[in-house]
Structure formats: C-alpha cells, structure tokens
C-alpha cells in the first residue's frame, strides 16, 4: 500500500512539473541561431567587450574574487555603487531594451567577457563572476560553436519556468570574447 502512494506522488510531481530543458532543447537551439546569435553579435556588445577584456586582462583570481564580493555584498545593500555603475551602461541598457521587447520570453540577459565578469545586463546578477560556472565554461571557453543550455527551472522572481541559453560573444575574426546569457520562458517558446 505505501508503494501504491509512493507511485501515485511521484505520478503528480511529474505531470505537475514543467519539462526539463531536453524537451525543449530544439527549440531553445534554434532560438540560439537565430535571434541570440544577432543580439550577441551587435555592435554593442562586442564593443562593451573588448572594451572590458582590454581592461581586465591582467587581473588575477584575487583581484576577480575581491570584485565579486563586493558585487555580492551590495545585491542586498541599500548602496550599490559597483552593481549601479553597470546598470548604468550603455551595454545594459541597449540588453534591458532587448529584454523589455521580448514579451516576456526573455527574463534576463547579462554579457560577461573573457574572465567571466559581467559587462551589461538587463537586470541584477547574483554575482559579478561568472567563470565558475557551466554558462561561461562550457560557451567562452568552449569555442565559437558552442551553446550551453541549462535544465529549465523556476524563476522565483518571476514566477516563470525559464532555461538559460549561453552562447559565446564572437570578434570579427570569429573568435570567443566574451559571453552572453539569456534567461528564456520557456512556457512562451
């Protein structure tokens, strides 16, 4: 009998739960070829990049780790000078634009360059560093070709399903500079 109810919960939470991201890989792939592609290689944002990367170059793990920690202190502060200084960019307003013409498909984009530190976003990251994680690794430092696309979860903010779709930000010569992540409802593909 206790198996009988073990089965039918586990029946509930999986009719009841969105699709992990493989049932929507397709769509989010094809996402990534053509629309992410062309907000990825804007002027804007491959300018905002190299601008960064010529200017984070030389710092060190400690110097990127003292960055985000800072950035990290002040996401719950009531003063944000670090945090608002990139709100502030061009980048993040050209990629805020971005996500308020999306009708809700995109929930956020944020561009990092070639250490994994943000250059623009459309809203608040948790963190400034992004190198530690899948959505720079496995793009940036992957190669021109890549795409990552993470299990789909719920966004408690806004109450949405979404998987991020990262993909690396290319220069003219089509090599990675950078990197860019899009949070996409996936309850609107």
């Known amino acids: ?14 009719l009841t739960t969105p699709a992990l991201a493989n049932d929507y890989t397709a769509q989010l792939t094809e996402l990534a070829k053509t629309k992410l592609q062309e907000i990825a290689h804007s002027a804007d944002v491959k300018s905002a990049i190299m601008a960064q990367n010529a200017k984070t170059t030389s710092f060190d793990q400690a110097k990127i780790d003292t960055l985000d920690k800072t950035w990290r202190a002040e996401v719950d502060a009531s003063s944000k000078p670090m945090i608002d200084k990139v709100l502030a960019n061009a980048t993040s307003a050209y990629l805020k634009k971005i996500q308020e013409q999306s009708s809700g498909l995109f929930t956020e984009i944020f561009a990092m360059d070639a250490k994994g530190l943000n250059v623009g976003q459309s809203s608040v990251t948790s963190d400034y560093w992004q190198g530690d994680e899948a959505k720079w690794q496995k793009t940036y430092s992957a190669g021109a070709n890549s795409l990552n696309i993470s299990e789909v979860e719920e966004d408690e903010s806004t109450q949405t399903f979404q998987s991020q779709v990262s993909i690396p930000v290319l220069d003219d010569a089509g090599n990675p500079i950078g990197a860019i992540t899009f949070g996409v409802n996936v309850e609107l593909l």
């Open 1 to 14: 009998m206790r198996h009988l109810f073990a089965t039918i919960a586990t029946a509930t939470v999986l």
